[in-house]
């Protein structure tokens, strides 16, 4: 996973509601079986506009409308964004996939109250640079919440596949041992 | 102060607790596809790591199958089947591949067989898992990077979610299903009205429905923004379990049987929030709009984006207006359809069939339809063949194909061409969903049925 910091930059507004994971990328690049290029095809559609946010804005930080990433549970949605250039997400809420998906790959997603997410918008439209500092959690001055085991695994850039493995190894084995799945055949 | 349904089925599978970190989650199945594990298992190759628990993983083939008799897979489809293939090959991992007799969409083809039980925890990287949660199961869709920590490790590190019952109560009227319930309730909740929740559907009206039917509401929960849905295993649940290849036999069963019957809500557990849903003067629903929640009765009519309060939904009915290039006030029923899609891991199982073609029988497809049919599973495809209902939906004029995700997200050859009207029996209606600048209303089968043979939407 990406370690993240801090990052200090122009924000890019996308004030809309409910932007789903098909619009950030849509299906029809879902059949690669790799994790990167994914960014030159984040928002396909919305990109023929040429008036569309995307179009007309640079930046790091993406600010961005309540239930931001709801529906499908694509990563591919996270990693168009990062491989993008995009650090960081600012949001009223996220569809619950998409907000664990950024987790996992360091992609920060920022959960700020409504009216100063529409704040920072009007900051980053009058051109303001925003800072989103994770160490201090805090967007464009806001503070804002997140549990400090999830900020040390993004902090260090912990991969947690790694994390489980060294310190749950047993803990597994015996939950298995005493936790019989009584599927009777997954062979063949 | 007893528990939930939840609340038991996530406490029986906590591997380990520890202050301040999230819980650590056993998974009893893990159900994979072709789309979202190929970065996953190579994730685990480039470490050296194998799949912890190959035995209690399956695989099939769903997003990226053709589903014509005939047509070709594309390129890179075909290299993203082949490495699902080879990755299973090398992994040790059941594969239930296109051809094999079982394959299907894959939340179809884990009840079908028995590998979905009361209790489990289901995961799969695919958001509409939820559906196993028919069967009183906490199922939820993963990302790929948790893909790779439960191969790897069989666990998932997870925050507890808030709990929301919906209790569905009333008597619905004749012709109300599932798709109905589901989609009246995420219009009441709103798309994000569940998010961070765990959801458990109750009430009499949710116990008097099939299997099916409950799967279809439980799939739909991903929509209203909640990762799971749940309903408590009764005798109908068990009924539909029992002679599954993959289900308990013999003594085993028994067992089961009694850990099943406890897995319900006590008296007096308290969820985090309630909502009730009266189904007795329920209509059947169509979307209007680009998500699940713009949905209205189909006496109804197109609504005007100034009727609602909040301004960010102002705007996003506007939007959704243009796209779906409709005019407030349009009655529902006077909305022409170019196609229709009986299918996806909604309602594409048998008894999603026979009431299609309840509909359907003896009539045919208006002439400026083009209608079809793609049963969710192989065995769900044989069993309306044996039925005859492939030759009722053939007759009508319905295309009749092979069992696959099909124009449910539109990854395969099975597109909506751009401005074309679609009454699908999915679960989506983004923008572009079906095919770049499709436009799609959701609906139940029924409903479907009776539109393709109407040229619009009608009961």
């Known amino acids: ?188 | 102060m007893g528990g939930t349904l939840f609340d038991k089925v996530w406490e029986a599978h906590v591997v380990r607790r520890a202050e301040g970190k999230p819980d650590l989650l056993y998974v009893d199945l893990h159900l994979v596809h072709e789309v979202t594990s190929p970065q996953a298992f190579e994730s685990l190759r480039l470490a050296g790591r194998p799949v912890r628990r190959p035995d209690l993983t399956l695989a099939t083939m769903d997003h990226n199958v053709p589903t014509g008799d005939d047509t070709p897979v594309d390129p890179l489809s075909e290299q993203q089947l082949a490495t699902l293939r080879s990755n299973c090959e090398a992994f040790g991992v059941p594969l239930y591949a296109t051809g094999s007799g079982r394959e299907g969409i894959v939340h179809v083809i884990g009840p079908e067989q028995g590998f979905t039980q009361p209790g489990f925890t289901v995961v799969c990287g695919d958001s509409h898992t939820s559906t196993h949660g028919a069967f009183g199961a906490l199922a939820f869709g993963i990302g790929t990077s948790e893909v790779e920590h439960v191969l790897a490790t069989q666990t998932l590190p997870q925050r507890k979610p808030r709990s929301l019952r919906i209790t569905f109560v009333g008597e619905p009227p004749a012709g109300i299903a599932a798709k109905d319930y589901v989609l009246a309730a995420i219009g009441r909740l709103g798309v994000d009205g569940g998010v961070g929740h765990v959801v458990e559907y109750a009430g009499l009206a949710i116990e008097a429905l099939s299997m099916e039917g409950r799967m279809t509401i439980c799939n739909m929960t991903i929509e209203g923004g909640a990762r799971a849905g749940m309903i408590a295993p009764d005798e109908t649940t068990f009924a539909y379990l029992e002679g599954r290849p993959a289900a308990p036999k013999g003594a085993a069963w028994e067992r089961a049987l009694d850990r099943w019957g406890a897995l319900r809500t006590d008296d007096g557990a308290v969820f985090d929030r309630e909502l009730e849903i009266d189904v007795s003067e329920l209509l059947p629903q169509v979307t209007w709009g680009t998500n699940p929640g713009m949905v209205v009765p189909i006496d109804g009519e197109v609504p005007d984006p100034g009727s609602f309060d909040d301004p960010d939904d102002r705007v996003a009915a506007e939007r959704a207006l243009a796209y779906m290039a409709l005019a407030p006030g349009t009655p529902i029923r006077d909305i022409r359809v170019d196609r229709v899609f009986i299918g996806s891991c909604t309602n594409s199982r048998i008894e999603d069939l026979r009431a299609a073609a309840a509909v359907v029988r003896g009539q045919h497809v208006h002439p400026s339809v083009r209608a079809m049919v793609v049963p969710g599973s192989a065995p769900v495809k044989l069993q309306a063949e044996a039925e005859g209902l492939d030759r009722i939906f053939l007759d009508a004029g319905f295309e009749w194909r092979r069992a696959g995700c099909s124009m449910c997200l539109g990854m395969n050859p099975d597109i909506l061409a751009p401005g074309e009207r679609c009454a699908s029996t999915s679960n989506r209606n983004f923008e572009g969903r079906q095919g770049a600048g499709g436009r799609t209303h959701l609906v139940s089968p029924t409903v479907a049925a009776a539109t393709a043979i109407a040229g619009h939407f009608t009961t």
């Open chain 1, 1 to 188: 996973m990406k370690a993240f910091r801090t990052v200090t930059s122009r924000a890019v507004v996308l004030d809309r509601p409910d932007v789903d994971t098909d619009q950030i990328i849509p299906k029809q690049f879902l059949r690669r079986i790799e994790r990167t290029g994914f960014g030159e095809y984040l928002f396909f559609d919305w990109r023929k506009a040429p008036d569309f946010e995307l179009n007309r804005q640079e930046g790091k930080i993406l600010l961005a409308g309540r239930n931001f990433g709801c529906g499908s549970s694509r990563e591919h949605a996270a990693w168009a964004l990062q491989d993008y250039g995009f650090e960081a997400v600012v949001a009223p809420s996220y569809g619950d996939i998409f907000h664990q998906n950024s987790l996992k790959i360091g992609l920060l997603p920022v959960t700020l109250p409504a009216e100063q997410v529409k704040e920072l918008m009007q900051r980053a439209a009058d051109g303001e640079e925003l800072t989103v500092d994770l160490e201090e959690r805090s967007a464009g001055g806001f503070p804002f919440e997140l549990d400090d085991f999830t900020r040390d695994c993004l902090l260090e850039g912990l991969d947690d596949v790694a994390l489980t493995l060294r310190d749950d190894e047993q803990a597994i084995a015996t939950f298995e041992s005493a936790h019989p799945v009584p599927i009777s055949t997954l062979a063949g």
